[in-house]
C-alpha cells in the first residue's frame, strides 16, 4: 500500500529556534498534502493545506507566519515551525492525497518538544 | 457546520466482550467515513471506510461499521474484544471526490479490562 513518511519522528530544540519536518509520499504524487495538529488526548486539527507549486491555505487562526509550509515537489512538503515557543509542542501529522486516486495517506507524525 | 461527533469520551470493556463505539456526522455533500485508531504516542492506522454501496463495511482486526444515513451514523463494532484493542479511535469524515483534508471526531478512549 501507499506509504508516507515524515522525518524526524520526534524532535526537541530550544525556544527561538526553527525546526522542520518533511512529508514525503514514498510510492505515488501527492497532489495535496495535509498538516494536522495533534495535543495530548486531543483529536487531529487540520492546521493548513498544501497543494505542489503553490501557496498553502490555513486553517483560521493558524499562523502563516510561524508555520511555513512547502511543498516544491509531488512527493515532499515541508512544515516549519519557525521562533518556536513551549506551547508549540505538539504531535504534528501529515497526509498526502493520492493524485490518481484522491485516497489520502497518513504519515506517522512527528513530536516536537519546544523547551 | 461540518462536524463529527463521538459521544463517548472513554468506554471500558471486558476483554472477549462485544464493542460498539458510536459516532456521528453532520456533512453537506455525499460523506465519505472513516474510522482510524492510534496507539499512545503513534499515528493513525486505518481501520475501515465507507465510500459507497454495501452499507456495512468490514476492516482489519475484526473490525465492522454500519453506515446509517437516515442516523447520520457510523458505528464502530467489534464481537470480541482483545486486550490489544486498547487505544485511541477516531471517526473521520472527508469528501472523497475532492480528496479534501478530513475532519476528525475527538476520539473515544478504549480500555480493556481483564
Known amino acids: 500500500g501507499a506509504v508516507v513518511s515524515q522525518h524526524p519522528s520526534w524532535v526537541i530544540c530550544k525556544s527561538g529556534t526553527s525546526v522542520k519536518i518533511e512529508c514525503r509520499s514514498l510510492d505515488f504524487q501527492a497532489t495535496t498534502m495535509f498538516w494536522y495538529r495533534q495535543f495530548p488526548k486531543q483529536s487531529l486539527m487540520l492546521m493548513a493545506t498544501s497543494n505542489e507549486g503553490s501557496k498553502a491555505t490555513y486553517e483560521q487562526g493558524v499562523e502563516k507566519d510561524k508555520f511555513l509550509i512547502n511543498h516544491a515537489s509531488l512527493t515532499l512538503s515541508t512544515l516549519t515551525v519557525t521562533s518556536a515557543h513551549p506551547e508549540d509542542s505538539s504531535f504534528y501529522i501529515c497526509?498526502?492525497?493520492?493524485?490518481?486516486?484522491?485516497?489520502?495517506?497518513f504519515g506517522p507524525g512527528t513530536r516536537l518538544t519546544v523547551t | 457546520a461540518q462536524s463529527v461527533t463521538q459521544p463517548d469520551i472513554h468506554i471500558t470493556v471486558s476483554e472477549g466482550a462485544s464493542l460498539e463505539l458510536r459516532c456521528n456526522y453532520s456533512?453537506?455533500?455525499?460523506?465519505?467515513l472513516f474510522w482510524y485508531v492510534q496507539s499512545p504516542g503513534q499515528g493513525l492506522q486505518l481501520l475501515l471506510k465507507?465510500?459507497?454501496?454495501?452499507?456495512l463495511v468490514q476492516g482489519i482486526k475484526g473490525f465492522e461499521a454500519e453506515f446509517k444515513r437516515s442516523q447520520s451514523s457510523f458505528n464502530l463494532r467489534k464481537p470480541s474484544v482483545h486486550w490489544s484493542d486498547a487505544a485511541e479511535y477516531f471517526c473521520?469524515?472527508?469528501?472523497?471526490?475532492?480528496?479534501?483534508?478530513?475532519?476528525f471526531g475527538k476520539g473515544t478512549t478504549l480500555s480493556v479490562s481483564s
Open positions: 497526509s498526502a492525497r493520492d493524485g490518481a486516486s484522491y485516497e489520502q495517506y
Open positions: 473521520a469524515v472527508g469528501d472523497g471526490q475532492a480528496g479534501t483534508a478530513l475532519i
Open positions: 465507507y465510500f459507497s454501496g454495501d452499507t
Open positions: 456533512y453537506g455533500a455525499t460523506p465519505y
